[in-house]
């Protein structure tokens, strides 16, 4: 009876122990639009998995995201989103740093300051409905 007791308490135990070191993760979308290239992907990665606390950075330049998980205990989505904007790209609501934009290369930099990324496309209108028919 007494080997029973200790075995249940050990394990209560050491549940407890390894449910006190799970740390918080969270996972964030940030909208980086400027970031419209391999390179600018490479730039952002790069960059980003050097801080405490990012554990994955994935960017999709094609989307314009940048997909993010970290330790809340370590970083927030603020210092993040600053992180971007000091790598030259903006960031949701965080603009970049305007003197190192100007040092990205000219391939990274938006269309309206002479980059080489693409004009972005304007959708066409939605088609106007077709009147049903009155066909019998």
């Not at 998980?69 to 740093?97: F, M, S, W």
């Amino acid at each position: 009876m007494k080997k029973l007791l200790f075995v249940v308490i050990a394990i209560a135990g050491l549940s407890m122990t390894s449910h006190a070191q799970t740390k918080a993760m969270l996972s964030a979308t940030i909208k980086t639009p400027n970031a419209l290239c391999e390179v600018c992907k490479t730039r952002i990665e790069a960059y980003l998995k050097r801080y405490d606390g990012i554990l994955e950075v994935n960017v999709n330049f094609r989307k314009g995201e940048t997909k993010v998980k970290y330790l809340t205990d370590r970083t927030d989505i603020e210092q993040i989103k600053t992180a971007i904007a000091n790598c030259g790209y903006d960031a949701d609501d965080v603009p970049a740093t305007e003197d190192i934009y100007n040092r990205l290369p000219k391939t990274c930099k938006k269309f309206e300051d002479g980059g080489g990324h693409p004009k972005p496309k304007v959708p066409p209108p939605p088609a106007p409905p077709t009147p049903p028919s009155n066909n019998r």
